[in-house]
Structures are given as C-alpha cells and as structure tokens.
C-alpha cells in the first residue's frame, strides 16, 4: 500500500513512521517537514490538569495517550539515536486569589469524580515545593502523573526514525487532492507534480481545511486559534529555578511556566481567534510576562531568549478528527488543539491500524470524522461525543 501524508509535523510523522513500521509505503508532502505548531508548543503532557469540563470523553483519549508515552519515547529516542526531552516531573496547577482557588477547587473535584490522581496542597506546601513561587499562592494541585517532552526534538527525532523507516520526503506543498471513481487517489503538488497512491492522510494542522479538491461534506472543520510563547533562560546552579510544570489561571487567562534541563523556560501561551495571524505582539509579550511575573516574581530578571507565535488546529468541540472520512482513500489525522504533543503516540497508532485494516482502535472510534453531519450549505454541525 503506498500513503501520501499531507502534512509533516509531529502528528504526520508518526502516523508516516508507524504506517512504515506495518511494511506501507509512506511518501510526505510538506514544504519544511518537522516543522508546524510543534515548533511553538510547550510540550506538557497534561491529561490531568488540562482536564475541562465537558471534555470527560476526550480525557479517555488523552490518558490512553499518556500512558504510552514512555515506552513510545523510549523506543523513538533507541531507533533515532536522540533525546526527545522526556521528563516524568509531574505539574503543580496553583491559584494566586480566592476566584482561582474555587476554580481549582471545582477542578479537584471533577478530577475526582473521573478517577484521577491529584493531590490539594496548601499555599505553604506549594512554596515549599517550588521556592520561586510567589508568597501570594493560595493553594494548588499536585499531579505527579502530567509530564513534558520536549516538542522539537521529539520533531527531529521523528523525521530521522521516518528516514530510517524508508519514509520518503516530497519538500514541496499539497495544491489540491485527486479524486477518481468516487474515491481519492493522490494529490496535485504545487510544482505541477501528481502523486498517486492508495490511501491519502490529510494531517495539515490548522491549513487541513484549506487542500483544494476536498468535497465539501468531508472536508475538516478545522480552524487556526493563535498561540504566542515566550523562551527564557534559567540561571545554573544547583538549585533549579523551577522543578517541575507550574501553571495558574491569572484574571481569567491561563499561564503556564516549563523548565527544560538543559535550561530553557518556555513560558506560554495566549490563546486568539485571529484567522491566519502569527504575529508576535507587544501586547501578547506583556500579557504572558506580566501573568508569569505574578507567578514567579523572579523570572522577569531572566534573559528572554525568543518570541514566537503559532496556529493551533482546533475543531468544534476541541477534539481531533481521527480515521476514514465519507470519501475512501481518505483519512483525517488533524483538528488536536491544545493537545496535539500528548496526542501524538495514540494517534500514530490509531492511524496506522485504520490504514491497515479500514478501522480505528476502540480507543480512537469516539473521534471519527463522521462525528461532524454537514448541512446543505456545507456548514459542519456538531454530533455530540459519545461517552
């Protein structure tokens, strides 16, 4: 079977390499392979504290994804030969006034009620954890379970295991997919070249919902929402400057603060509906510096080491579209959100199964595309998830 993947970020790498691992023939097509939202994501792997309400379904998704995550880096990390930058430093969510703190409170609370693990901590016992905290915490969220990988070089060291897998690498943009006889058969690149193959996997990111020649009835509903994340440099020493994850909700926004070892501090992220804007703002700077500094007073004495802003792809009810679309010969590997890093070794699983058998793994079925009926506008509207 040969796979044409539109699309080489994270999540079409790893479909690319598991697909290569069953014995298919995988051709990428993207312009910069490696590259995409991963390149701005801070990397949490956050099942627990990203937990929202009405989101229980996708929870299932996210901890089934989780808790492959370090047999999957561990095998990636052996056949590329690089580090990806996993650390199992768990995350602590703390509240810095009374509205945070009875928000994180209803938050221990549902993730009670979903069976998961997370322990209330005092403002003290939060100090006394993360020293850099700011005296203000008034409580927080202990959750050992939520880990980090490190977005960019879990990007490398995919590309390098797709090469090693024989994956082949067409640097040029998707234009438009080909279709014949009531099914797709390849795709149209924008150096005129045609593509044909068995199976086409549509992992786009936010750019999914633009590929020309998509009927309208399967096309992703898949929209950009903005993203701006700050780098900064940690001082060396032997004490760390932060140990483990730490996020809050401050005025209503969320901000989180993720030390890397070799040093960085990814310091994230706005959240805007500005279509296809990825520009770096003063205002999105001061926003995350200003929320972060009430966090942890000390980090606004730290190099700023890089700004960058990306698109994440977000679907209607923040959930990926994963599997076989209406039209055969199509399958759909986009739409993750927030969650596109911890989403990546289940769904490179789930992918490769449906191009091997024609059907998505339990675990994946809730995520169908099908999910979305289409008016006959073409306007998609939601089916709820089954839970």
């Given at each position: ?64 994804s989780a808790e492959r995550y370090a047999a ?316």
């Amino acid at each position: 079977m040969h796979v044409v993947m539109v699309g080489g970020g994270v999540i079409g790498l790893v479909t690319a390499w598991r697909a290569a691992q069953r014995g298919m023939r995988v051709t990428v097509v993207d312009p910069e392979p490696g590259g995409g939202a991963a390149r701005v994501a801070a990397g949490m792997l956050a099942a627990v504290t990203e937990l929202h309400f009405g989101e229980e379904t996708l929870l299932t998704l996210n901890l089934a994804s989780a808790e492959r995550y370090a047999a999957f880096a561990a095998e990636l990390s052996e056949v590329s030969g690089q580090d990806v930058g996993y650390r199992a430093c768990g995350t602590l969510a703390v509240a810095l006034d009374a509205d945070d703190r009875a928000h994180l409170r209803e938050l221990h609370a549902l993730q009670q009620r979903c069976g998961l693990t997370s322990q209330w901590l005092t403002g003290r016992e939060c100090r006394r954890l993360e020293p850099m905290l700011a005296p203000g915490v008034r409580g927080g969220l202990r959750v050992d379970g939520d880990h980090q990988v490190d977005p960019r070089r879990l990007a490398a060291a995919l590309l390098t295991a797709c090469a090693a897998a024989g994956v082949v690498f067409r640097r040029a943009r998707a234009q438009r997919l080909l279709v014949g006889g009531d099914r797709a058969r390849g795709v149209l690149l924008a150096d005129g070249a045609e593509l044909a193959c068995d199976q086409v996997v549509l992992a786009g990111g936010s750019e999914s919902g633009r590929l020309a020649g998509v009927p309208d009835d399967v096309l992703p509903p898949v929209r950009p929402v903005k993203g701006q994340v700050l780098r900064l440099r940690m001082p060396p020493g032997p004490a760390p400057f932060l140990s483990r994850t730490v996020r809050a909700v401050v005025r209503g926004g969320q901000v989180y603060l993720v030390p890397r070892t070799d040093g960085e501090l990814v310091v994230g992220a706005t959240s805007e509906e500005l279509g296809w804007d990825t520009t770096v703002t003063a205002g999105g700077v001061y926003e995350l510096l200003r929320d972060a500094h009430e966090l942890v007073p000390g980090l606004t004495e730290l190099p700023l080491a890089e700004t960058r802003a990306g698109l994440r792809p977000c679907s209607p009810d923040n959930a990926p579209l994963l599997g076989p679309t209406a039209l055969p010969g199509l399958q759909l590997a986009t739409g993750h959100h927030r969650n596109g890093v911890l989403l990546t070794p289940v769904t490179g699983d789930a992918l490769a199964a449906s191009l091997a058998t024609g059907e998505l793994p339990e675990v994946a079925r809730p995520f169908t595309p099908r999910r979305f009926a289409h008016t006959a506008a073409g306007a998609p509207v939601r089916q709820e998830l089954p839970v």
